[in-house]
């Protein structure tokens, strides 16, 4: 069946240094979703990716969607404290299923 | 606030126990699901129904019950659980099914079976 991976596992950075995480599928996705999870609280809807080499920017976060539509990143320019969390994605294929999720931590 | 509301927020239960965890959407959506998040794991979906019926039973055992009486309401129905059923479970909903549609999530139910 579909899976969903997704590296690192956790990121520790300096405040104002940039954080990246990556989702790869085994199969080619419909499309992909990423949701953060601040802690003690539940996952919320981000963004949706669908075409192929898609690229989206809110603000200090860049979301991409690979063109054979498989892998995806999200990257964060200058975190900040605020940005602490764990990020999810969700690849659908008929079948909608989360990664593990990135746990970002950002040192003040 | 999302308006996807869970109850309670937190539940310690016996293993002999019999509880329920109630969701309640105010959005209009067509489709709700149960989640489970234990930790070091991806999230785990548990069920899914879309204008009320079931459409997605992944595995789940059966001590584990939804049951969803109108499209604003599902339960989860829970007896004779195990410790390793402890985690936190989340409710969501969507317009249509996830995959197309971005899910809301309610803020969780944190259970824990002694």
């Known amino acids: 069946g579909q899976q969903v991976m997704q590296i690192p596992q956790y990121q520790h950075v300096q405040e104002g240094e940039d954080f990246t995480t990556y989702c790869n599928s085994s199969?080619?996705?419909?499309?992909i979703q990423w949701y953060k999870q601040r802690p003690g609280g539940h996952p919320v809807f981000l963004i949706q990716?669908?075409?192929?080499?898609e690229v989206k920017k809110q603000k200090r976060l860049t979301f991409q969607f690979g063109e054979a539509k498989k892998n995806s990143s999200l990257h964060i320019t200058a975190t900040q404290t605020t940005d602490v969390g764990t990020y999810f994605c969700?690849?659908?294929?008929?079948?909608?299923?989360f990664g593990a999720g990135t746990r970002l931590t950002v040192k003040p | 606030e999302t308006g996807v509301t869970q109850t309670p927020r937190h539940l310690v239960m016996g293993m002999t126990n019999k509880k329920s965890l109630k969701c309640e959407q105010h959005?209009?959506?067509?489709?709700m699901y149960w989640y489970k998040q234990s930790a070091k794991k991806p999230l785990e979906l548990m069920f899914v129904?879309?204008?009320?019926?079931?459409?997605e039973n992944n595995s789940v055992p059966s001590r584990f019950s939804p049951e969803c009486p109108n499209s604003s309401h599902l339960f989860l129905h829970l007896h004779t659980l195990q410790p390793e059923d402890s985690a936190l479970y989340l409710c969501?909903?969507?317009?249509?099914?996830?995959?197309?549609?971005?899910?809301?999530f309610g803020p969780g139910t944190r259970l824990t079976v002694t």
């Open positions: 969501a909903s969507s317009q249509g099914l996830a995959g197309a549609y971005e899910q809301y």
């Open positions: 199969t080619t996705l419909s499309n």
């Open positions: 959005l209009g959506h067509n489709a």
């Open positions: 129904y879309s204008l009320e019926e079931r459409v």
């Open positions: 969700a690849g659908n294929n008929n079948d909608m299923r």
């Open positions: 990716l669908v075409k192929s080499g």
